[in-house]
């Protein structure tokens, strides 16, 4: 298994909602990665765990809360969200970030997020 | 000046010509370099990585790095309308925190 695999694909919310979005890998992967990409604009780093314990959180507003119950699993809680926060958000994965190792990323499809 | 820069196009050439594609930056800590290809609507697929400076070779597609002059280039060959797409450059001094360029949208012509 090769791929990193987001739910929901689209998902529209309201201001008021809470929501969460999924990501899994199954590669053995130890660094586990949100980034957030408006339109024509690169991903921009949100949070990073490594070995399920959160190391860089870019100054993300609180309204979005990560979680990485496992190895395998990371998990974006989504609650009270603004119009401006309508975006692509993807999950990306690494392998082991101690030893620099990283091979690069691998990117899921990410998850299309309307906020209404 | 960003640590990042890279040309936004879009980059339009015939299918079969050899595309260019480039990165320039300033960290002369960062040391692992990376392009990723992102189709519409879809997330980032890593095309090719490098450590440090030199050449590497798959397929049509080979990636430099000149570290001297703080450059990376994509070159690919043989081009074909599937590689239309937007190209981003990304870089790292440590690998946990890589740093995107801007991405260059790229069409090539049937």
């Known amino acids: 298994d090769t791929e990193v695999t987001q739910t929901p694909k689209h998902l529209v919310m309201g201001m008021t909602n809470k929501k969460s979005l999924k990501c899994e890998q199954h590669?053995?992967?130890?660094?586990m990665y949100w980034y957030k990409q408006k339109a024509k604009k690169p991903p921009e780093l949100m949070f990073v765990?490594?070995?399920?314990?959160?190391?860089i959180n870019e100054s993300v507003p609180s309204r979005f809360s990560p979680e990485c119950p496992n190895s395998s699993l990371l998990n974006l809680h989504l609650h009270a969200l603004q119009p401006e926060d309508s975006a692509l958000y993807l999950c990306?994965?690494?392998?082991?970030?101690?030893?620099?190792?990283?091979?690069?990323?691998?990117f899921g499809s990410g998850t299309r997020l309307t906020v209404v | 000046q960003k640590e990042v820069e890279q040309d936004p196009g879009p980059l339009s050439v015939p299918e079969g010509a050899i595309v260019s594609l480039n990165c320039t930056y300033s960290?002369?800590?960062?040391?692992?370099f990376m392009w990723y290809r992102q189709y519409s609507r879809k997330g980032p697929e890593l095309l090719m990585y490098?450590?440090?400076?030199g050449n590497k070779e798959d397929g049509r597609f080979t990636a430099q790095v000149d570290k001297s002059s703080k450059y990376i280039s994509l070159f690919i060959r043989d081009s074909q309308p599937s590689d239309s797409a937007t190209y981003l450059c990304?870089?790292?001094?440590?690998?946990?925190?890589?740093?995107f360029g801007k991405g260059t949208r790229l069409h090539i012509l049937p």
């Open positions: 990306a994965s690494s392998q082991d970030q101690r030893t620099g190792r990283g091979y690069g990323y691998t």
């Open positions: 590669m053995g992967h130890r660094a």
């Open positions: 765990y490594s070995y399920e314990k959160l190391s």
């Open positions: 960290n002369s800590a960062f040391q692992y």
């Open positions: 490098t450590y440090s400076s």
């Open positions: 990304a870089m790292s001094d440590r690998d946990d925190k890589i740093i």
